[in-house]
């Protein structure tokens, strides 16, 4: 079935010596969640990655597992970790081991800490109401090797459908509605009438900022056509409610834009985004990555290559100053160029590429050729002076005043401006 999948990854012999241990204590352990779905589709084709492995353990009460993963990790000299004491989730090297559980997020506003209840006799069945979709509402037995499906994942797997397991509790976490757009982008699924609806009528407001960040890093840094997640989330009313300015879009440049990240898929995260937010305006396209939760520096460096990418007819001095911008971001030249082509600049981008090349600076920074004890060489002390006249010799520097017939600045002839 799918344990020729599963035997790849690095976990696995843990997951069997865990398993059988289990078996003979008297409980069962199955394989839950995404990795069940994510073997499935290597298993037909799909060029997904297996990652994290994590199981659920039925039969058995919290201290009794507890007492048997403390003896697999002394014998493998690791040290088991329980993940919140009332929620019956242990960590072992690397590896999620649970008590099945029932939660819910009844009341409005109550974050992301739902009220938690584990049941270790809790039937599978039971357990997979908790699930978002039925694909990922599915279990594996490792040691029957066989799949187990309540819920009509597979199913849904075989048509690319997206459909919510519960629609009663579904809304409980909103966040939800951002994973049915991520996974709509990673796999090209379609969206149940019936989930679409429901997730229209969630409402978003209490959501974490954090949280939704990781949903956008999903749905952009793992999709291979990301144009496919963002139609899905401005069907699923995720833009009208949390990000106006890419709801209100003209055809024209929401096209563009679809357009411009397939363009860039699996190429940096900065790339990605900057794609994404090049026909907002500045103000909106920084409210936008501020309210996808990314740092500081990555808003910086997006906001700057899309500025950097509406300027027309740079020049030499320009392109230096370019490739001295994106540096400060840890960027280069090349990576607007990338930006460029996306966006249907092609002539732009070449020609700054070609410049850039030219003036050495492609996928480099300028660097100062003066420092501050060249001048006390000269008898320059420290201070405000010292630091106008670095910042003049750079500036002059950019300019190509100190290039050799190469285009390669030379000190000896910034020394000679110095002196003059």
């Keep these: 079935m799918l344990k020729r999948f599963f035997q790849k990854h690095d976990k696995w012999p843990l997951v069997m010596e865990i398993a059988r241990r289990v078996k003979k204590s008297g409980g069962r352990i199955l394989v839950v969640g995404g990795a069940v779905r994510d073997a499935w589709l290597q298993s037909h084709g799909y060029k997904v990655e297996l990652k994290d492995i994590d199981l659920e353990v039925y039969g058995l009460d919290k201290k009794t597992l507890k007492s048997l993963l403390k003896a697999i990790g002394r014998s493998r000299k690791k040290t088991l970790k329980e993940i919140g004491k009332q929620f019956g989730v242990f960590s072992l090297d690397s590896l999620d081991i649970a008590i099945p559980r029932t939660d819910s997020r009844t009341a409005a506003g109550m974050g992301r800490k739902p009220k938690v209840i584990s049941q270790p006799y809790l039937s599978f069945e039971q357990a997979t109401r908790r699930r978002d979709l039925t694909i990922n509402a599915l279990a594996y037995d490792p040691l ?31 966040l939800r509605v951002l994973r049915v757009m991520q996974f709509a982008g990673r796999f090209g699924f379609k969206i149940d009438l019936a989930t679409l609806k429901l997730c229209r009528s969630i409402s978003l407001k209490h959501l974490a900022q954090e949280r939704i960040g990781e949903e956008w890093r999903k749905l952009m840094l793992k999709s291979p056509k990301p144009s496919v997640g963002l139609e899905a989330g401005r069907q699923l009313g995720i833009f009208a409610k949390l990000h106006p300015a890419l709801a209100h879009m003209s055809k024209a440049d929401w096209n563009a834009t679809k357009k411009a990240v397939d363009k860039l898929a699996k190429r940096p995260e900065v790339l990605l985004l900057a794609a994404l937010v090049n026909c907002l305006k500045p103000d909106a396209g920084k409210k936008f990555l501020q309210q996808a939760n990314l740092p500081k520096r990555e808003v910086l460096a997006i906001m700057l290559l899309v500025k950097l990418s509406n300027l027309i007819k740079p020049d030499d001095e320009l392109v230096r100053c370019f490739a001295f911008e994106l540096s400060r971001v840890s960027l280069t030249i090349s990576d607007l160029v ?43 002390k420290p201070g405000k002076k010292m630091g106008e006249i670095l910042a003049q ?17 030379q000190k000896r002839l910034a020394l000679e401006w110095l002196k003059v």
């Design 393 to 409: 010799a750079f500036s002059q520097q950019l300019k190509g005043k100190f290039d050799d017939s190469k285009h390669r600045p």
């Design 338 to 380: 990338l930006l460029l082509q996306a966006t249907g600049k092609a002539a732009l981008a070449k020609k700054i590429l070609s410049r850039a090349k030219v003036l050495h600076v492609a996928d480099k920074s300028p660097k100062p050729l003066l420092q501050g004890k060249d001048l006390l060489a000269l008898g320059v």
């Design 144 to 174: 029957a090797d066989q799949i187990l499906d309540v819920q009509g994942g597979l199913n849904d797997l075989r048509r690319g459908i997206l459909r919510a397991v519960d629609v009663a509790s579904f809304g409980d976490d909103p």
